[in-house]
T-cell receptor
């Protein structure tokens, strides 16, 4: 079966750095996405990785290792508004997105 | 640019009733999707469409139907609502593969309760 694993919940302090991990087992791989979802709202696109390595976008970076079936999202200089769920999703060999259950990130002052 | 517009935002249905969730996008995207999101679970694909006149089943299609008569509109029909269909429904759209850096654009969601 296809599976995407993320921690259920993480807590971090305002101004700090946090790394959210994602491991996947899918039938084929055509890219990995990270989305942010605030409570009661729709997911919004954060990043896309298809090649190994690190992609940086401002305070957010995403890393991919295809051989290990592993990705992480790195959030720097955490702000209270970063409190949200972070969803990892992988596009499989049929170009369908398989979604993780999401990691709820709690930021404390 | 409105993006992806979903209506209604909230709805309570009685068991056995039917309803249509509306979804419209103004980005000229070919691909459109319907997902449901249950608490603590990942998004599950119900139906998707790669263009007007073309639809296909996703992971959890039972109890739902869709149509795609235009590029802009992709309504989701619930027939004979059941408590198991209580969920938050999201419509999304995207450009064809090759423009992945833009990701999917989601509507604001419909919170449906079946009682």
């Amino acid at each position: 079966g296809q599976n995407i694993d993320q921690p259920t919940e993480m807590t971090a302090t305002e101004g700090a750095i946090v790394q959210i991990n994602c491991t996947y087992q899918t039938s084929g791989f055509n890219g990995l996405f990270w989305y942010q979802q605030h409570a009661g709202e729709a997911p919004t696109f954060l990043s896309y990785n298809v090649l190994d390595g690190l992609e940086e976008k401002g305070r957010f970076s995403s890393f991919l290792s295809r051989s290990k079936g592993y990705s992480y999202l790195l959030l720097k200089e955490l702000q209270m508004k970063d409190s949200a769920s972070y969803l990892c999703a992988v596009k499989d060999s049929n170009y369908q997105l398989i979604w993780g259950a999401g990691t709820k990130l709690i930021i404390k002052p | 640019n409105a993006g992806v517009t979903q209506t209604p935002k909230f709805r309570i249905l009685k068991i056995g009733q039917s309803m249509t969730l509306q979804c419209t996008q103004d980005m000229n995207h070919n691909y459109m999707y319907w997902y449901r999101q249950d608490p603590g679970m990942g998004l599950k694909l119900i139906y998707y469409s790669v263009g007007a006149g073309i639809t296909d089943k996703g992971e959890v299609p039972n109890g739902y139907n869709v149509s795609r008569s235009t590029t802009e509109d992709f309504p989701l029909r619930l027939e004979l609502a059941a408590p198991s269909q209580t969920s938050v429904y999201f419509c999304a759209s995207s450009s064809p593969d090759g423009q992945e850096s833009y990701g999917y654009t989601f509507g604001s969601g419909t919170r449906l309760t079946v009682v």
